[in-house]
């Protein structure tokens, strides 16, 4: 055989090991529709998470903050709250804030729990601000 009939051979032979290669592929893309649909992610844990009370204990002069958490509908589970103490509502910039994780574990749907976070040492003569910097919700695990 020519050269020339070798190459068109050759081309062909490619073509159809394309085809046998990507038409399964192409196929099994069209026939599934696509992604499957995603369920909604739930709501982030902060907004089931608030500080109900902030105050100053006149004898350790620390700082406690009340916590409250509401269960999501749906799962129990327990939170991680990190709560933030200080001076005003609006952060200074470049400075630090100090904070203080609490755990609120076993937590129902639709049921409310009640924690205390207990801060650092507190000036006398300021008033604290405590608020939440961050929370997390980890679902309790299924029983059979």
Not at 75 to 95: D, I, L, M, N, W
Not at 106 to 122: C, I, S
């Given at each position: 055989m020519s050269a020339l009939k070798w190459r068109w051979l050759l081309t062909g032979l490619?073509?159809?090991?394309?085809?046998?290669?990507?038409?399964?592929?192409?196929?099994?893309?069209?026939?599934?529709?696509?992604?499957?649909?995603?369920?909604?992610?739930?709501?982030p844990a902060v907004e089931d998470v608030r500080v109900t009370d902030c105050r100053t204990?006149?004898?350790?002069?620390?700082?406690?903050?009340?916590?409250?958490?509401?269960?999501?509908?749906?799962?129990?589970?327990?939170?991680?709250?990190?709560?933030?103490?200080?001076?005003?509502?609006?952060?200074?910039?470049?400075?630090?804030?100090?904070?203080?994780?609490?755990?609120?574990?076993?937590?129902?749907?639709?049921a409310t729990e009640h924690a205390e976070a207990v801060g650092p040492l507190w000036p006398?003569?300021?008033?604290?601000?405590?608020?939440?910097?961050?929370?997390?919700?980890?679902?309790?695990?299924?029983?059979?």
């Amino acid at each position: 055989m020519s050269a020339l009939k070798w190459r068109w051979l050759l081309t062909g032979l490619v073509a159809l090991s394309g085809l046998l290669v990507f038409a399964p592929l192409g196929l099994y893309v069209w026939a599934s529709g696509g992604e499957p649909p995603e369920e909604p992610p739930p709501p982030p844990a902060v907004e089931d998470v608030r500080v109900t009370d902030c105050r100053t204990d006149p004898a350790s002069r620390r700082v406690l903050a009340s916590i409250e958490a509401t269960g999501r509908s749906g799962r129990s589970g327990s939170y991680v709250v990190t709560v933030e103490f200080r001076e005003k509502a609006e952060p200074e910039p470049g400075q630090r804030a100090a904070q203080a994780l609490v755990k609120i574990p076993g937590v129902l749907p639709g049921a409310t729990e009640h924690a205390e976070a207990v801060g650092p040492l507190w000036p006398v003569a300021t008033v604290p601000w405590c608020g939440v910097a961050g929370a997390e919700f980890t679902p309790a695990p299924e029983t059979p």
